[in-house]
C-alpha cells in the first residue's frame, strides 16, 4: 500500500540573533525522513527544542515564525506539497491535512459560536454543503463523546471545559474528512483526569474516520497510548524510529532509554512526622467576596520534611500557598510557623517571618526580573535580609551558583540568556539566599522538559539534604509526589481530601477522588488508556 | 555596546540632534549675524550674503534659527523631562499601590485630560506672570496627563508579574518595587512615547507662540518664527518652510534613535518580545 504521507530528508532552518544584532543561520530540523501509512499514527516525541512541532507544521508546507523549510520534500499521496504554489497550499491545509493546536482556548475566538467556527474551514473549502457540515459535526462532537451532540455547537467558546474545547478543536479538524491530522500536544495543557478523556476521544475518532495522524508529544506515557510508530527526536535528529511497543519495551539508544526511565529520583518517606515546623489549622479563605476558594483546610510540615500538595487546576492548592506567605490573609483559622502564628497580612510580619518562607514559581521566566543580571537576583536577598555588600556578597553568589549546580560565568548573564532549567535553578538560589526554613514550591517542574525537570528535583532534593529546609511542594504528578514526598494532601474544591504520610496516603483504601486521581496517571505501557477506562466504567457502575 | 552595531539610520538620528544641540550650545560663534539685528530686506531669497534669506522684518534666518535652537530645545525638552518624572512617578504609585490612590489619582488625570490642553494652557498662562519656568511647569503638567496614562497601562501589566511580587514577598517597600523591579521593564514603551511628546512639544510650544503666549518676541524660537513668516507663503516666499522643516527634521531625528534605543533594550535585554 502507498504511503500517504512520505518525508524525504526534510530540512529546516531559522535566524537566531547573535548578541551584537548580526543574524546568524541555524538549522533547526537536520534531514529527517519518515512515512505515514493511512489510518496509522506517528507519534514524534521529543524536549522542548527538538524540533518536533517545526516537523508537524512541514507537514503543512508551513513554517512559523520565521522559519523556512530548506530543503526535502513533504509528499501528500505522491505529490511534493512544498513545492506548490500559494493557491494549491492553501487548497491542502484544512481540507486534506488538518492541525489541532496545544492551547485550544487561545484557538478558538471568543466572540463565534463553536459550531460555526468547527464547520468554517469546511465550508470555505467548498467540501460540504452547510446543512451536511453541520450534521458532520454533530456526529463528530457525538464520537468524541461531547454532551448534547446537537446542540453543542450554540454554545461559545466560554461556556464550555477545556477538555471539551480540546474536543472541539479536535472535531474541526476531521470535520472536512482529512487524509492527515497534526496533533500539537493536544492533552499538555488539560488536567490528569481530564486528559485521560480527551485523548480516549481522540484515539475513538481516530480508529472510527480512518484518518492518519501525526501525534506531537513530549510524554512518552500519552503517546504510547495513541500512536502506532513513535520517532523519537533531539536537536532536530532522529535518534529512534520504531513500533511503539519496541520504543518503549526495548529501546534501543541511550537518550530513548533516559526518556523511558526518566524518573530515577527517589527517597523514602521520612517516618517521624510528628514536629510540625508549619501547621495551619482549619483554613478558609477566597478572594475578596467571591465564592470561598479553600475551606477548612488543616495539615502540618514537619522539619526538614516535603509535604506534596496534589490536586486539579482550580482545586485551591496555589491559593493555598498564597495564604502560607501572607498574600491573602485567611478568612478563618491560623497558621502556626515554628510555634508562633504568624498574622494572616503579608504587610504584618516582620522581616525575619518573611525571610523564612520562600516561594518558587512554576514559571520561572516571569519569576525573575528580565532586567536585572543573575548576581542582581540573587544578591539581592543578601543584601536585604543579611546586609551584605561588595565582595562579601559577590562571593557568597557565586557560593550559591556553585551549590545550585551552574559555576562560574554566570553572574553577569540576563535571565534571556539562559534556559529555561537554570532559570528555575536561579529562582531557587534566589530563595536560598534568603536562608529560609520553609520553601514553598509551586508546580516548579511542571513547564519544564521531562530530563530538566528531574535534575531540578534532585537538586531541591540535595539541597534539602544539605540545608535541612522544608519543601511544601504543589504539583498535579503523581509521579513526583511517590518520588520526593514525605507527606501528601490530596485538594479537590478546596476542601483537604486526603492527608497522611505517603506511603499511607497513596495506598488503598481509597476515597473515590484520589482513586480516580491515581488511575488517570498514564502508564508507560501499551493498552494502559482501555485499562484505565474500563476499571473507572466497573468503579463508576457501568455508566 | 559596539559602534559598528549602530544602524546608518540611528547614526543620521543622533547626527541631526547633535547638530541642533550645537547650534543651540554654540549659537554667539556660529550665527553669522544676531538674533535681533536687522541686516536687510525683507524676505530676501537666499544668497551668499544670506544663506537662508531673511525674514519678515529682515532679520537673516540662518541666525535666528541657530538662536532659535536654544528657546526651542531648552523649553521642549525641560517640558518633556519634567512630564515624563511627574507622569512616571504619579503612574507607578498608582499602579503599585491600586485601591482609593489609584482611583483618585486617575480621576483626576481623566478630569485633566477632560479640559482641551490648549484653552487649559491659554487660561493658566493669561493668568500668570510670564516667564520661562512657568511655561515649561505647565507645558510639563499638561503633558504629563498622557505619560500618566501610558504609564500607569504599562505599569499594572508588569505590576502583576511574579517577580513583582517575589519581590513584595521578600518585603520590599514602594519605591523599590518601582524604580527597580516595574521602570526597567517599562522603560522601552516609555522610551517611545518620550520621542512622540518631545516633538508635540515643539510643536505646542509654537501654537503658544503663535498665540502670543509662548516665547515673546523678539526672542527667536522655530514655531514663532513659521508665524511670523507664514504670511509670506501668500507670495511665495518661503521662508516659513525652513523652520516647518528644521521641526520636522528634529521630530524625525529623536523618533529614528528612540526606534532604535527600543529595538536595542528590547533585544539584548529580553525584553517581552525579544
Redesign the interface.
Known amino acids: 500500500m502507498a504511503d500517504l504521507l512520505e518525508v524525504r530528508d526534510l530540512k529546516i532552518g531559522a535566524h537566531a540573533?547573535e548578541?551584537?544584532?548580526?543574524r546568524r543561520e541555524i538549522e533547526i530540523v537536520k534531514g529527517i525522513s519518515f512515512d505515514l501509512e493511512k489510518g496509522r499514527v506517528l507519534g514524534l516525541i521529543g524536549e522542548s527544542g527538538a524540533g518536533k512541532s517545526t516537523i508537524g507544521l512541514a507537514a503543512l508546507a508551513y513554517g512559523r515564525g520565521g522559519v523556512t523549510i530548506t530543503g526535502g520534500q513533504v509528499r501528500l499521496d505522491g505529490e511534493d506539497i512544498l513545492a506548490l504554489s500559494p493557491r494549491g497550499i492553501g487548497r491542502v491545509r484544512g481540507a486534506r491535512v488538518c492541525y489541532v493546536a496545544q492551547s485550544a482556548a487561545a484557538a478558538f475566538n471568543p466572540a463565534h459560536k463553536l459550531g460555526d467556527q468547527v464547520i468554517e474551514g469546511t465550508l470555505r473549502h467548498g467540501i460540504m454543503s452547510k446543512s451536511e457540515a453541520r450534521a458532520r459535526a454533530a456526529e463528530l462532537f457525538g464520537i468524541l463523546g461531547l454532551p448534547d451532540p446537537e446542540t453543542f455547537g450554540n454554545r461559545y467558546p466560554h461556556q464550555v471545559s477545556g477538555g471539551q474545547l480540546q474536543r472541539a478543536m479536535t472535531a474541526m479538524a476531521l470535520c472536512p474528512r482529512p487524509d492527515l491530522i497534526v496533533f500539537d500536544e493536544p492533552t499538555t495543557a488539560l488536567d490528569v483526569t481530564t486528559q485521560i478523556d480527551v485523548l480516549a476521544a481522540i484515539k475513538r475518532a481516530i480508529e472510527e474516520t480512518g484518518t492518519a495522524a501525526l501525534y506531537i508529544t513530549h510524554d512518552l506515557a500519552v503517546v504510547a497510548q495513541v500512536a502506532d510508530d513513535i520517532m523519537v527526536l533531539r536537536h532536530g535528529e532522529t535518534v529512534e524510529y520504531g513500533p511503539t511497543r519496541q520504543i518503549i519495551e526495548a529501546p534501543e539508544e541511550g537518550y530513548t532509554r533516559a526518556l523511558v526511565d526518566v524518573r530515577t529520583t527517589s527517597k523514602p518517606a521520612a517516618t517521624d512526622q510528628s514536629g510540625a515546623l508549619l501547621r495551619l489549622e482549619g483554613i478558609s479563605a477566597s478572594y475578596g467576596s467571591g465564592p470561598q476558594v479553600l475551606t477548612d483546610v488543616s495539615l502540618h510540615v514537619p522539619r526538614g520534611q516535603t509535604l506534596a500538595i496534589v490536586g486539579e487546576s482550580g482545586s485551591g492548592k496555589s491559593t493555598l500557598a498564597r495564604v502560607i506567605?501572607?498574600?491573602l490573609p485567611q478568612s478563618a483559622g491560623t497558621v502556626t510557623f515554628d510555634g508562633e502564628t504568624l498574622p494572616p497580612r503579608?504587610a504584618q510580619?516582620s522581616?525575619d517571618q518573611?525571610r523564612q518562607i520562600?516561594?518558587i514559581?512554576q514559571?520561572a521566566d516571569?519569576?525573575?526580573?528580565?532586567?536585572?543580571t543573575v548576581a542582581q537576583i540573587i544578591g539581592?536577598?543578601l543584601r536585604?535580609?543579611h546586609g551584605m555588600r561588595g565582595k562579601a556578597r559577590r562571593e557568597r553568589v557565586q557560593e550559591l551558583l556553585d551549590q545550585i549546580e551552574m559555576g562560574q560565568g554566570f553572574a553577569d548573564r540576563?535571565?534571556?540568556?539562559l534556559s529555561g532549567g537554570q532559570k528555575q535553578r536561579v529562582a531557587i538560589a534566589?530563595a536560598l539566599a534568603?536562608g529560609p526554613e520553609l520553601i514553598l514550591c509551586d508546580e516548579p517542574t511542571s513547564a519544564l522538559d521531562p530530563l530538566v525537570a528531574e535534575g531540578i528535583l534532585s537538586l531541591l532534593m540535595r539541597l534539602q539534604k544539605e540545608t535541612g529546609v522544608s519543601y511544601v511542594f504543589i504539583t498535579h504528578d503523581i509521579a513526583i509526589v511517590r518520588a520526593i514526598a514525605d507527606s501528601v494532601a490530596v485538594m479537590l474544591n478546596g476542601r483537604l481530601q486526603r492527608f497522611g504520610p505517603r506511603d499511607e496516603a497513596l495506598s488503598p483504601p481509597f476515597d473515590d477522588y484520589t482513586d480516580l486521581l491515581l488511575k488517570s496517571v498514564p502508564e508507560m505501557k501499551e493498552g494502559w488508556l482501555e485499562e484505565a477506562l474500563s476499571s473507572r466504567r466497573i468503579a463508576s457502575g457501568g455508566q | 555596546m559596539r559602534l559598528r552595531s549602530i544602524p546608518p539610520s540611528a547614526w543620521i538620528g543622533m547626527a541631526g540632534i547633535a547638530l541642533a544641540f550645537v547650534a543651540a550650545l554654540f549659537a554667539p560663534v556660529l550665527a553669522p549675524y544676531g538674533e535681533r539685528e536687522i541686516v536687510g530686506a525683507v524676505w530676501e531669497p537666499m544668497g551668499p550674503e544670506h544663506w537662508l534669506g531673511t525674514d519678515n522684518l529682515g532679520r537673516d534666518l540662518l541666525s535666528r534659527l541657530i538662536f532659535g535652537a536654544q528657546t526651542t530645545l531648552f523649553v521642549a525638552l525641560a517640558a518633556s523631562i519634567l512630564s515624563f518624572a511627574i507622569g512616571i512617578c504619579l503612574s507607578f504609585v498608582a499602579a503599585v499601590t491600586r485601591g482609593i490612590v489609584d482611583q483618585g489619582l486617575s480621576r483626576l488625570n481623566d478630569l485633566m485630560m477632560s479640559i482641551p490642553t490648549l484653552i487649559f494652557a491659554l487660561v493658566v498662562l493669561a493668568a500668570l506672570p510670564q516667564k520661562l519656568w512657568i511655561l515649561i511647569l505647565v507645558m510639563a503638567i499638561l503633558d504629563s496627563t498622557r505619560v500618566f496614562r501610558l504609564g500607569r497601562a504599562v505599569a499594572v501589566d508588569i505590576a502583576v508579574m511574579d517577580f513583582v511580587e517575589a519581590a513584595r514577598l521578600r518585603g520590599e517597600g514602594t519605591i523599590w518595587i518601582i524604580f527597580r523591579e516595574i521602570l526597567p521593564n517599562a522603560l522601552s514603551p516609555l522610551l517611545a512615547e518620550f520621542g512622540l511628546r518631545f516633538a508635540f512639544a515643539v510643536l505646542f510650544l509654537s501654537t503658544l507662540s503663535f498665540l502670543g503666549l509662548g516665547i515673546q518676541p523678539p526672542q527667536a524660537d522655530w514655531g514663532g518664527m513659521v508665524k511670523d513668516n507664514s504670511d509670506g507663503i501668500i507670495f511665495g516666499v518661503p521662508a516659513a518652510l525652513i523652520p516647518g522643516g528644521a521641526i520636522a527634521a528634529l521630530a524625525v531625528c529623536v523618533n529614528i534613535v528612540v526606534d532604535w534605543l527600543l529595538h536595542r533594550t528590547s533585544s539584548l535585554k529580553g525584553g517581552r518580545d525579544g
Open positions: 540573533y548578541e551584537d544584532g548580526s506567605t501572607g498574600l503579608l510580619r522581616k518573611l520562600q516561594l514559581y514559571m516571569t519569576a525573575v526580573n528580565p532586567r536585572h539581592r536577598p536585604f535580609y540576563y535571565p534571556a540568556e534566589r534568603a
